[in-house]
């Protein structure tokens, strides 16, 4: 009997509000997807100045087979680099990410996605606790709010009646 009451609370909390509830999942998405698609470019500016300078690793790497002396070529390795190194990818990259709009002159991220979609999901979470989950569940998912991984199970649980 009490399962059945908090399903119906659930349905009743998810009618209410499920316009509010389908805005901040679309605009969740579209932080994400902003995110992922920014960083990939900005992960192919680095490799090509990687492919057209020459930086050499300072340590060696056992995962990636990686040397002293030896040539990086890769934005995954650029851990392997000094870091003058570092400073000076970054110095040569920055123009291009200027010229193709990622970031301004200053380096700073013109549409800052990552922080959009942090944000984003906070406020999704936080919805989802406050408006969405019947009564009884509401203090322990509170109380567990900053667990991103049970959280974003939560919001793919809740994805899935919006």
């Known amino acids: 009997m009490e399962q059945e009451k908090m399903l119906s609370e659930l349905i009743q909390n998810r009618c209410k509000n ?10 969740y998405d579209l932080a994400d997807i902003g995110d992922k698609m920014q960083g990939q470019r900005v992960r192919e500016i680095y490799n090509r100045v990687l492919r057209e300078n ?35 990818m970054l110095d040569l990259a920055q123009p291009i990410l200027f010229s193709e709009k990622i970031t301004d002159e200053k380096g700073y991220y013109i549409n800052d996605w990552a922080s959009k979609r942090n944000k984003t999901w906070v406020e999704l979470v936080n919805f989802i606790i406050q408006k969405i989950l019947p009564a009884p569940f509401r203090e322990t998912f509170w109380e567990n709010r900053f667990n991103v991984p049970k959280m974003d199970k939560l919001i793919e649980s809740v994805r899935k009646i919006a």
């Open 54 to 88: 020459e930086f050499l690793a300072v340590r060696d790497s056992l995962c990636s087979n990686i040397k002293i002396g030896d040539r990086i070529t890769n934005e995954k390795q650029d851990f392997l680099m000094s870091e003058e190194d570092f400073e000076r």
């Open 18 to 27: 499920v316009d509010k509830l389908r805005e901040l999942l679309e605009a």
